[in-house]
C-alpha cells in the first residue's frame, strides 16, 4: 500500500488522504467524523475548481441517477419540514442527514478515476486500524481497572469496556464487521505473506472486540458473515479446499468462542427465551405494541420530520395508560416506588414482591405479573424517549412510504445494476446486507454514528462496484 500516491496529482492526494483519515476516526467519535466529511467536502470543492477545471467523469455520469435518487432521501426529510410543527427538532434533524445530500454529490463531482482496489482497501484498512486502536485503548484501560482498581471481568464486557468515553456497542458492532470483510479480502486475494498475517491477526483481534461490545445484533451477524464468507471463497473464490478448512475452522471458532466467552452468548439466548416466555418479552417488542398505532395512522407521508419523537411519545404514553387501566393505578404507582434499572427484566423477588402487594391491593397478582415487563419496558422508552429501534419503521413515521421507497432503493439499486451487468461485489453487497440486518433493530440513520459511516462507504463501494475500470493495478 506504500505506493498508493504514486502518481497522483496534489488534490487527489489530498482527497485520498482525507478518505483514509475520515475512516480512521470514524470508529472514535462522530463529530470526528463530522469533521472530516466537512474537510472531504472542501477538499472536493476545491479540486472540482483547480484540478478538474469544472469538467466532470463522463463514465462516472453514467450512474448519475443512482447518485441522485440516494441524495433524495436527504431531500424528503427536507419536504417533510413542510407538515412538521416541531420545527427546531426538524431543522435539526435535516441537519445531521445532510450526509445523504453530501456524499452522493460528491462522487457525482469529483472525479474519482484514480480509485482502484488497492487505494480502496487502504482506505479499508483505516477503518481496520482506528477500530483496533480504540479497542485497546479501552482493553488497556480496562486491564489496568482489573489490575489495580480491583475491577471483576464485567469491566471487559459491554458498556463498561467503553470507560473513557462510551460510543454505542451496536455502531462499534458494524464497524468492526466491515473491517472483518476488509481483513478478508487481504488474507484470500493478497499474494504478500506479510499483509496475510497482518490481516489474519487484524481479523482475530476484531472478531474478539465484537464479542466483548456484546451487541446482540452483531453477535448474530458475525456469524452470518461467517458463512458469507465461506460461500465467498467455495463458490465465489472457487478454493473449495480452502473453503473446506476455513468452514471448519469457523466452526471451531464459534464454538470456542461459546465456551471462552458464555455472557456474551447469554444475550442471544436469553433474549431468544424471553421472548418465548410468557411473562418475559424483549423491549423492542414492546416499543412496537406502543408505536404500532403511529404506523398505522400516519404510514402515507409520516408525522413530519421533527415530529417522529412527539408521536411516538404520545403513542407510548397512550399504550401506558391502557396498561395502567389494567392493573390499575395504585399498582402502577408502587411498581414505580421499585423500578431502577427498567432495562432489564424485572427479577423474581420484585415479581413476588409486588404480586404479594397485589392481593393486598385486592388486585390479581397473574394480572400484575403478565404485565409487570411491559410496564417496565413502556416506562423505559417514554423516560428515555426512545426511537422504534427499527430504521424501516422509524422512515414511515418521520416522512411516510416515499421515505421507505428511498431507504430500500439503497438496497434494490445494486441489486438491479449486478443482474444487469451480470457483475457481482461480495464485498459491497456483505456490506449492504449488513446495514439491512442492523437496520432491523436499530434505528442507525438517526444518528451521526450511522449515517456518517453508511453514507460514505455506501457512495464509496458503489462506484467502486460500477466503476469503468475494475482493474487491481495504481493508476493515476
Known amino acids: 500500500m506504500k505506493n498508493i500516491f504514486k502518481g497522483l496529482r496534489p488534490f487527489q492526494k489530498a482527497e485520498l488522504l482525507i478518505m483514509m483519515v475520515l475512516a480512521f476516526v470514524i470508529p472514535f467519535h462522530w463529530f470526528a467524523a463530522q469533521c472530516g466529511e466537512v474537510a472531504l467536502l472542501v477538499c472536493v470543492v476545491f479540486k472540482v475548481i483547480f484540478d478538474q477545471k469544472f469538467s466532470l467523469n463522463k463514465e462516472q455520469l453514467k450512474f448519475k441517477w443512482a447518485y441522485i435518487i440516494f441524495a433524495l432521501t436527504w431531500v424528503i426529510y427536507l419536504v417533510g419540514m413542510i407538515y412538521s410543527e416541531n420545527q427546531s427538532v426538524g431543522w435539526a434533524q435535516v441537519s445531521k442527514k445532510l450526509g445523504f445530500l453530501i456524499f452522493p454529490m460528491i462522487f457525482i463531482f469529483s472525479d474519482m478515476s484514480y480509485m482502484n482496489k488497492e487505494r ?117 473464490m472457487k478454493k473449495k479446499k480452502m473453503g473446506l478448512i476455513m ?31 410468557e411473562h418475559s418479552s424483549d423491549h423492542r417488542l414492546v416499543q412496537f405494541k406502543g408505536y404500532k398505532s403511529v404506523l398505522e395512522e400516519s404510514w402515507l407521508f409520516g408525522v413530519g420530520t421533527g415530529d417522529r419523537t412527539d408521536a411516538t411519545q404520545a403513542a407510548y404514553r397512550k399504550y401506558k395508560d391502557k396498561i395502567v387501566e389494567i392493573i390499575t393505578p395504585k399498582m402502577a404507582a408502587e411498581i414505580d416506588e421499585v423500578i431502577n434499572d427498567y432495562y432489564y427484566e424485572p427479577d423474581e423477588k420484585m415479581r413476588n414482591d409486588m404480586m404479594a402487594k397485589a392481593v393486598k391491593l385486592g388486585v390479581d397478582p397473574e394480572i400484575i405479573s403478565a404485565y409487570l415487563v411491559e410496564y417496565q419496558f413502556i416506562r423505559f422508552a417514554i423516560d428515555k424517549e426512545i426511537n422504534a429501534h427499527n430504521m424501516f419503521f422509524d422512515t414511515i413515521i418521520s416522512v411516510g412510504i416515499i421515505g421507505l421507497l428511498l431507504l430500500l432503493a439503497y438496497f434494490v439499486i445494486p441489486l438491479v ?47 467502486m462496484s460500477f466503476r469503468p475500470n475494475n482493474s487491481l493495478e495504481l493508476k493515476a
Not at 482493553?139 to 462510551?166: E, P
Not at 471451531?252 to 421472548?275: D, H, K, M, Y
Not at 446486507?433 to 434505528?443: D, K, R, V
Open 417 to 463: 445494476l449486478w443482474i444487469k451487468l451480470k457483475r457481482f461485489d461480495m464485498l459491497y453487497f456483505s456490506f449492504l446486507l449488513m446495514i439491512g440486518f442492523n437496520a432491523l433493530f436499530e434505528s442507525i440513520f438517526e444518528v451521526q454514528l450511522g449515517i456518517i459511516f453508511f453514507c460514505f462507504f455506501n457512495a464509496l463501494l458503489f462506484y
Open 120 to 236: 480502496l482497501k487502504a482506505i479499508g484498512f483505516s477503518l481496520v486500524a482506528g477500530c483496533i486502536m480504540f479497542f485497546f485503548m479501552n482493553l488497556f484501560y480496562a486491564i489496568y481497572d482489573v489490575i489495580f482498581n480491583g475491577a471483576t471481568t464485567s469491566r471487559f464486557f459491554d458498556q463498561s469496556l467503553m470507560k473513557l468515553y462510551y460510543v454505542h456497542h451496536s455502531y462499534l458492532s458494524m464497524y468492526a464487521s466491515l473491517g472483518l470483510m476488509f481483513c478478508f479480502m487481504e488474507i484470500f486475494e493478497n499474494k504478500n505473506r506479510k499483509i496475510k498475517v497482518i490481516s489474519i491477526i487484524a481479523y482475530i483481534i476484531l472478531v474478539v472486540f465484537i464479542i466483548l461490545v456484546r451487541s446482540r445484533a452483531g453477535l448474530i451477524w458475525m456469524v452470518l458473515l461467517f458463512v458469507l464468507q465461506w460461500i465467498s471463497l467455495t463458490f465465489i
Open 247 to 277: 468452514g471448519g475452522v469457523f466452526v471451531i471458532a464459534v464454538v470456542g468462542a461459546c465456551l471462552a466467552f458464555p455472557s456474551s452468548v447469554s444475550r442471544i439466548t436469553e433474549t431468544v427465551s424471553n421472548i418465548k416466555s
